[in-house]
């Protein structure tokens, strides 16, 4: 018996976009059908005539309830925590979102995992996991740690090759522990997510910057730079191919350096997956120039007309997997706080039009076909980062997480009636299509533009990396 029938959409199954209903029964999907097939065997049926069925969509890089660093304070506000984001999330069709657990202080990961689960649960509308994060010198039982935190399911680790800004010192994790990290994660079963960027190349920038009395936020792209990148992932991926076993995802690139890293790494056979972030994709260093230009900047930096191209081909060549928001929801006021290249806040609000816009710049703009559009925006981040096959894919076991994307009127981005912050980079974009109804499990969370889910409905996911997508190039 199924509970729910959704008849007459677009389905965007593994093989291809087509014409069917799907049953759903308890919190899975149940059946797939042809058109009709599945009528009347349901207690409810949700039309979806003239829209695009997708899986729910992944947003893998958030940051929710986090420190930003405020200029000239020591005390840092915190972003807007799991219960505004995870709405913003669901009212714009993304159901799953992986935050960070951050290992401070004398905390274990095992301690600093427990931390955030306490924070998260029943504080989060959608379903959520953590990257481990670990910074600074590591302690020599850290890898250890670490290899139980992947068995528990917490199947990525977050490292920075750099403090990112001079005033933020201890981000980054010596390359050595980077080593015993990765050699740590292969033995597991975990993957390494990187923030890679040369520090000696970004300080030297911010002191050759700072000489020269440029030190407004708008030079960004001339600190966190593309040769940094370029060094930084090439090491990255250098060390890791002496590690049998060693898998990479690569957060955020914004260079066509970094795409050719990867590109390069791919055709060697390595397992190298990449994340862009929807800004890069829809911003250069250009647009730092305009009012509140704050508004598009997230570490490392935008880059430029070239590197927009790169990024581009990269989501549709192979080299790029992801498009992520590294989500940071703030007030306006505090993203136009910082003005410097050393102290600009970084991430971005955007979690609500994501899924939206990379419809909109892919499919429509660019002429992608919907599987493309949908791994991007989900299936790709659950393969990677270890949530397939429970999510991002409509087929039968799998969670009943379901977007219905209404392309039969175009939707005008703003802040205003969105979710998240009052403001958004996106204000005014004009895009293909919204979601009409989101579904969680089974449970209808947003319908029409009302939120029915509460702030119980949110699961922890424990991850676990297929061996296949950390032994080759397998997404
Ligand atoms: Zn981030």
């Not at 919190?27 to 729910?56: E, F």
Request: hydrophobic residues 35%.
């Amino acid at each position: 018996m199924l509970d729910t029938v959704i008849t007459g959409g677009n389905a965007v199954l593994p093989t291809g976009a087509v014409a069917a209903d799907i049953g759903i029964a308890g919190d899975k999907i149940a059946a797939i059908g042809a058109p009709g097939q599945l009528a009347g065997l349901a207690g409810r049926t949700i039309d979806a005539s003239g829209q695009i069925v997708i899986p729910g969509g992944i947003d893998p890089h958030v940051h929710c309830r986090w420190p930003m660093p405020t200029p000239g304070q020591t005390q840092h506000n915190l972003t807007d925590g799991p219960d505004r984001v995870s709405q913003a999330a669901l009212f714009g069709g993304t159901t799953t979102m992986l935050d960070f657990a951050l290992v401070d202080g004398d905390n274990t990961v095992q301690q600093a995992i427990e931390r955030r689960q306490k924070e998260w649960a029943s504080d989060c509308y959608c379903d959520y996991g953590f990257h481990v994060m670990v910074q600074g010198a590591l302690e020599h039982t850290v890898p250890d740690q670490i290899a139980e935190a992947v068995q528990g399911g917490h199947a990525s680790v977050k490292m920075f090759t750099t403090d990112i800004t001079p005033s933020r010192k201890g981000r980054m994790v010596p390359f050595g522990s980077i080593w015993e990290v990765l050699k740590s994660l292969a033995k597991s079963g975990g993957i390494a997510a990187i923030h890679a960027e040369d520090n000696d190349i970004v300080m030297h920038m911010y002191d050759k910057l700072t000489r020269e009395g440029r030190t407004g936020f708008e030079n960004m792209a001339e600190v966190h730079n593309t040769l940094s990148e370029d060094l930084a992932f090439n090491r990255v991926i250098r060390l890791a191919a002496n590690i049998e076993g060693s898998a990479l995802y690569m957060l955020h690139t914004s260079a066509a350096t970094g795409v050719r890293a990867i590109a390069t790494a791919r055709g060697n056979g390595t397992p190298i997956y990449g994340e862009t972030l929807h800004q890069y994709l829809m911003y250069t260093a250009e647009d730092y120039k305009k009012p509140n230009g704050q508004i598009y900047h997230t570490y490392p930096s935008l880059k430029y007309a070239e590197d927009h191209a790169a990024l581009w081909g990269g989501t549709n060549h192979g080299a790029i997997q992801c498009v992520a928001t590294d989500e940071i929801c703030c007030p306006l006021k505090y993203k136009l706080q910082g003005n410097r290249i050393d102290d600009t806040t970084g991430g971005n609000a955007g979690v609500e039009p994501r899924v939206s816009l990379i419809y909109t710049e892919t499919v429509e703009k660019r002429g992608y076909d919907l599987t493309q559009f949908v791994n991007l925006v989900s299936t790709n981040a659950s393969k990677i980062l270890g949530l397939y096959p429970r999510k991002g894919v409509l087929a039968v076991g799998s969670d009943a997480d379901i977007v219905l994307l209404d392309t039969r009127q175009r939707h005008t981005v703003r802040a205003a009636d969105m979710h998240e912050a009052d403001y958004s980079p996106w204000e005014d974009r004009d895009l293909a299509c919204w979601p009409s109804l989101t579904m969680l499990r089974g449970k209808v969370m947003v319908e029409s533009g009302s939120l029915k889910g509460a702030l119980s409905d949110g699961t922890f996911l424990s991850r676990k990396v297929a061996d296949e997508v950390r032994s080759r190039p397998a997404v």
